[in-house]
């Protein structure tokens, strides 16, 4: 895999764990002394808000728009480096809508900046917008979160159908790294009815070895601006989240 591993954490459906999964995933691959960013491509700013970067001058979108340059929006938060979003993403999604070369827009700011970095995570909108497209044309891989919950299965096939239809236009390269499976509590019977009907119906999607269990540790941490990591370094969360990393970095090393 090329040097950076470019990470896009999707899901159509909202409230699924994608920026819980960007932050914790992300610190948990700096404490193997990996270099890695985490950019924001969501409006909603969700990921720039768990971080406490939500307060910063500026952000994506005057990168983007050439106002600024990449380093000057970084900001620096437990070992890690973040590219914060806001309101005005949304503003500049809009203005996107004629502009040639619109899916192409996110990657070509990357190039200019990758080699600085092992991995870079996207935190994506909730939504088939101009900008989760722009991720998944920037991306090596995917990582699907899912939780153990029937409405969450809604979003899974109109990601895939999207994640084809990128791959036969624009990014052929772009692989499923994963469904990586939430909220997983083997006393719940939902729990084993939602994981076997995901592995029968979409067997041919790879899922993840590491589930992230249930623990209200993950809940709390975004209110006091900080990782799972740095909140409850002793909790589930933070055990699951090292697992996932040492798995998707061993995974790279065979590949």
Not at 39 to 65: F, K, T
């Amino acid at each position: 895999m090329p040097k950076p591993h470019i990470i896009a954490v999707v899901n159509q459906k909202g409230g699924t764990g994608k920026t819980t999964t960007t932050v914790n995933l992300g610190r948990a691959i700096a404490e193997f002394g990996k270099k890695v960013l985490l950019m924001d491509l969501d409006p909603q700013g969700s990921l720039s808000y768990y971080l406490g970067a939500n307060s910063n001058v500026w952000s994506i979108s005057d990168v983007i728009l050439e106002d600024i340059s990449f380093h000057n929006a970084l900001i620096q938060r437990e070992n890690m480096h973040i590219i914060p979003a806001d309101v005005t993403l949304a503003d500049l999604e809009l203005s996107l809508v004629n502009y040639q070369g619109r899916e192409q827009i996110v990657k070509k700011m990357i190039e200019q900046h990758a080699q600085e970095y092992d991995y870079i995570l996207i935190d994506c909108s909730p939504s088939l917008s101009i900008l989760t497209v722009n991720a998944l044309v920037a991306a090596h891989s995917i990582i699907i979160p899912l939780q153990m919950e029937v409405l969450s299965m809604h979003g899974l096939e109109l990601i895939l159908e999207t994640i084809e239809q990128v791959k036969k236009t624009v990014n052929p390269e772009l692989q499923i790294m994963g469904i990586l499976i939430l909220m997983y509590n083997i006393r719940r019977r939902i729990t084993q009815e939602v994981h076997n009907h995901i592995k029968k119906t979409y067997n041919f999607v790879p899922i993840f070895q590491t589930h992230i269990r249930t623990d209200v540790k993950l809940v709390e941490a975004p209110s006091f601006g900080k990782s799972v990591f740095e909140y409850a370094p002793q909790s589930n969360g933070a055990e699951d989240y090292l697992n996932l990393a040492r798995e998707i970095i061993a995974k790279e090393a065979m590949s």
